[in-house]
């Protein structure tokens, strides 16, 4: 299994960037995928998770911090998820990694130990 992070960039403030996680090996259309970020000197941090709810549908969590600008989602058919990072700030920058889980999970997903699988991250630099 792996999965393939890709869009990031250089950006200014206020500017937009959408983000690619494109997964190989199996599908996960029923179970979590999430973004995770990690700044020089800070510890991983939850951004955002999409859930299979049961049928077609999902649910979305986002951390506070990124809540209105940013927006998850899924396209099973392809087997990728994306985050779309609008009104972006310099805060904004770290590296973005994207996360799978192999099973259902009863939760949103904002804790590392939910996930199975990992990208191998990709640059979001905002200049001010």
């Known amino acids: 299994v792996q999965l393939q992070a890709s869009g990031g960039g250089l950006v200014q403030a206020g500017g937009s960037l959408r983000l690619s996680c494109a997964a190989s090996?199996?599908?996960?259309?029923?179970?979590?995928m999430g973004w995770f970020r990690q700044a020089p000197g800070k510890e991983r941090e939850f951004v955002a998770s999409?859930?299979?709810?049961?049928?077609?549908?999902?649910?979305?969590d986002y951390v506070d911090s990124v809540k209105g600008r940013f927006t998850i989602s899924r396209d099973n058919a392809k087997n990728t998820a994306y985050l779309q990072m609008n009104s972006l700030k310099p805060e904004d920058t770290a590296v973005y990694y994207c996360?799978?889980?192999?099973?259902?999970?009863?939760?949103?997903?904002?804790?590392?130990?939910?996930?199975?699988?990992w990208g191998q991250g990709t640059q979001v630099t905002v200049s001010s």
């Open positions: 996360a799978a889980r192999g099973s259902y999970l009863f939760s949103t997903g904002r804790d590392l130990s939910d996930y199975d699988y």
């Open positions: 090996g199996r599908t996960f259309s029923r179970t979590t």
């Open positions: 999409i859930t299979w709810s049961g049928g077609s549908t999902y649910s979305a």
